[in-house]
């Protein structure tokens, strides 16, 4: 027998070998692009002929975990060329990357792609779409300008409300179920001159990401859909310029490396003058926006950064000497980023966001103005625990201050007395746990966790109904009416109207057939706690978000989904397909002849439904060679049911289900760029949508003279199809790499076989003929364009 002695030492020298074999080390930094120092969000960085990796966070930061040992570090980015690194892991170990685009020619590059691709494979996540900026700018677009709203609405499961309408519909929900942020900042109204402009100015914009189900459990607030969109950083290598001249607007941006190197900033402006030419021709109305994108940041050193960024954005209209309009939003972002060790990275956010609409009556000597204002305060932390684990958790507050309308007379001899609706305010804080882990070499699963609080806060007189009852049926008329008003209670702001509380769980998994394709399954229960205020079909100027309370309860989304993904043809192709079914539950709608401009009590023209949408999406894509595109087809189903529920009644249609107004059964987008040569760049898409659905009369009667329209069922009908294509052509005439100056002529043609789609159709009686007769109004025919894009 071995001395005990002897044995001790034997086993402390076994167990120092189990231990020294196991030991394992983190390897972590930033990617950034070499050319201006932008750090790139989604690029894979992994070890090669191992299992592990990960992808850089929205800051361009990673960390791996592994055992000892001698690797090659692979770090790969769509559009990049791949670049190996040689490394001698034996400690905790921190490496930065930048890396080129694809085109530049580097003797250190190793082109290797397949890791990379695998790893896209491998994730649980899905039901995003992620664009570059490049491809979105190689789309035509109506006016020639480039338009991120436009662009995701050619992706499967995502259409828009209507032509020339600025929100858009995801997987049957409707514009306000979709947060958009930028730069982590709420932006409520995506639109310039009614839509036929987005926010979003390309030369300001670095990342665009979609998520359509799945939604990270980081994100609440929404029950459809989110809308990521970050801004540049700003070239931290040189001073830039970008611009374009186009026919009715132009833009300017000016980037450059600020604080000795330590920092870099980003101003864009952009602005329309369109109104300039229809005043000089004698028009009195007249339409344009401006906007301004402002962005810099700061090392303070090698484990923390702060960024402050801002938008500020305005549209202004001019109908005559009588009446104005404006609308615009601001928001800005205050960050710091911490990273506590090679596998703890922390961000912190101070966030504002505002948008209001004035309107300005001068033959009346009076305004109305409408606003939403909200201080946001998030705190998010990721923990690289190892190879196969991420733990992400964080939290925040939302503070909301919601001012319906008011009325000011503008001026002493008005006859309009002031008013102003009734302010309201609300809490909205969530915390949140989210963890990746990967269970098997082909299986892996994200588990999440959010619970939000909603808090609505007092400052306000709340109405009291007979019975409680806001809204009844009217038998003897057959029409809903206001409830009996029996008083009311007054809140004081230190008082809460309501509350609400809900957990919201996230799961998806991926299982990996090989190592081009995998199955996917995701679920997720979301919550949405204030609601758009609109019977129109598309998001405009007017509409007014409200909070949650008393009458209005909490938008529940419960969202399943499962696909399969694959890449062949040595990645130059991949194929998804994914299916879906969502329900939301106290989706309101509203009865026939809501009155919602200037409604203190929008309880008195509401009804509590549901709403129910499913469907398959293919997306083909080609993404590498001179001609890359993608194919997306969507067949979908979106419906609502609005019973009476206590108000008595048969609610909407009966009680029961009818067409959702963002309804598209088919949906199909192709779009296609081919590289001819270095000079010459083409574009083009291909459209079909089924018309949307809409209300139609069926009949009329006589009353005193009068011919009144008897209206069929809610959304019975439909438009007719929707249907176009566009093409495009880039010309750059010296492709020069030693000058600074660079400039490209873009010539497109939006709708080119000048197809009139119906925006709408309205009834009515011909004055002279008497005869009644329908009229449809189309937004656009053909459109074509030019414009010219520098840099310097």
Excluded at 108 to 130: C, H
Excluded at 160 to 183: C, I, K, M, P
Excluded at 346 to 369: A, E
Aim: charged share 20%.
């Amino acid at each position: 027998m071995m001395h005990p002695k002897l044995l001790c030492v034997s086993l402390l020298l076994l167990l120092s070998v189990v231990v020294t074999a196991q030991e394992k080390f983190a390897i972590s930094g930033t990617v950034t692009d070499a050319s201006n120092g932008e750090t790139l969000f989604g690029a894979s960085v992994f070890l090669e002929g191992t299992t592990s990796g990960a992808i850089t966070n929205e800051y361009g930061f990673y960390s791996i975990t592994a055992e000892a040992g001698d690797y090659n570090l692979i770090v790969s980015y769509v559009g990049y060329a791949t670049v190996s690194k040689k490394i001698s892991l034996n400690s905790n170990q921190k490496i930065d990357f930048e890396i080129s685009e694809a085109s530049t020619e580097l003797d250190e590059v190793l082109v290797i792609a397949e890791e990379s691709e695998r790893l896209n494979i491998k994730s649980p996540q899905m039901s995003v779409s992620k664009l570059k900026l490049e491809t979105i700018k190689n789309m035509p677009v109506v006016l020639g300008e480039v338009d991120i709203i436009k662009s995701i609405q050619l992706l499967p499961g995502v259409t828009s409300g209507a032509e020339g309408s600025a929100g858009f519909n995801v997987r049957g929900g409707a514009a306000d179920q979709n947060l958009v942020l930028l730069d982590e900042a709420i932006i409520y109204n995506t639109s310039h001159l009614f839509g036929f402009f987005s926010v979003f100015n390309a030369d300001a914009i670095k990342d665009v990401k979609l998520y359509k189900g799945g939604i990270p459990a980081r994100f609440g607030g929404r029950v459809s859909s989110v809308l990521d969109v970050r801004q540049k950083d700003g070239n931290s290598k040189n001073f830039e310029l970008n611009g374009g001249i186009g026919l009715i607007s132009s833009r300017l941006s000016a980037e450059g490396p600020l604080f000795n190197d330590k920092g870099s900033f980003l101003v864009a402006g952009r602005g329309s003058y369109a109104h300039l030419f229809l005043q000089a021709s004698g028009e009195e109305n007249a339409a344009y926006f401006y906007d301004l994108n402002l962005k810099t940041n700061y090392n303070i050193d090698k484990n923390n950064k702060l960024y402050l960024s801002g938008y500020f954005g305005r549209d202004e209209f001019n109908f005559g000497a009588n009446f104005n309009s404006g609308y615009g939003n601001t928001s800005g972002n205050l960050r710091w980023n911490h990273i506590f060790s090679d596998r703890v990275f922390s961000n912190l956010s101070f966030i504002y966001s505002d948008y209001d609409y004035v309107l300005d009556f001068k033959s009346f000597d009076f305004d109305w103005i409408s606003e939403i204002t909200n201080y946001n305060i998030k705190y998010d932390l990721s923990y690289y625990q190892s190879d196969r684990l991420q733990l992400d958790f964080g939290l925040n507050a939302i503070y909301y201050d919601f001012n319906p309308g008011e009325i000011n007379p503008t001026s002493p001899n008005s006859s309009i007395n002031p008013l102003v609706l009734d302010q309201k305010r609300a809490f909205e804080n969530g915390l949140y746990a989210s963890a990746e882990y990967e269970v098997s070499d082909k299986l892996t699963a994200t588990i999440g966790l959010r619970y939000s609080y909603f808090i609505r806060n007092g400052g306000q007189p709340i109405t009291e109904y007979e019975n409680g009852l806001p809204i009844v049926y009217n038998e003897t008329l057959g029409v809903y009416e206001e409830g009996n008003a029996i008083g009311e209670t007054n809140y004081a702001k230190s008082e809460t109207i309501k509350t609400y509380g809900n957990l919201e769980p996230r799961l998806a998994l991926a299982y990996q057939l090989n190592e081009n394709s995998s199955i996917k399954a995701g679920y997720s229960h979301t919550a949405q706690y204030i609601h758009l205020l609109s019977n129109t079909l598309s998001v405009t100027p007017l509409d007014v978000w409200t909070p949650s309370g008393s009458f209005i309860k909490p938008q529940l989304s419960d969202q399943y989904a499962i696909g399969y993904f694959k890449n062949f043809k040595n990645k130059s192709y991949s194929l998804e397909i994914e299916t879906y079914y969502k329900t939301v539950a106290n989706r309101i709608d509203y009865v026939d002849g809501s009155d919602l401009i200037g409604q203190n009590t929008i309880e008195t023209e509401i009804l509590n439904g549901e709403l129910r949408a499913y469907g398959l999406e293919f997306l083909f894509r080609k993404a590498k060679g001179d001609f890359t595109g993608w194919l997306a087809y969507t067949i979908s189903k979106a419906e609502q049911r609005t019973p009476g529920g206590a108000a008595g009644g048969p609610g909407i249609n009966n009680g029961n289900w009818y067409y959702a107004p963002h309804d598209r059964t088919h949906d199909l987008s192709i779009t296609g760029s081919y590289k001819l040569n270095d000079k010459w760049n083409f574009g083009a898409n291909v459209i079909y949508q089924t018309g949307r659905p809409v209300t139609y009369p069926d009949g009329q009667y006589t009353y005193e003279g009068l011919n009144i329209a008897n209206f069929s069922d809610r959304n019975a009908s439909r438009l007719t199809d929707y249907h176009r294509i566009d093409v495009s052509a880039t010309y750059v005439p010296n492709r020069k790499p030693e000058k600074r100056w660079k400039g490209e002529w873009v010539f497109g043609i939006y709708n080119i076989y000048n197809r009139r789609n119906a925006a709408s159709i309205s009834f009515g009686q011909n004055r002279e003929t008497g005869a009644n007769e329908a009229t449809r109004t189309a937004i656009f025919g053909i459109v074509p364009s030019v414009s010219y894009n520098f840099k310097f």
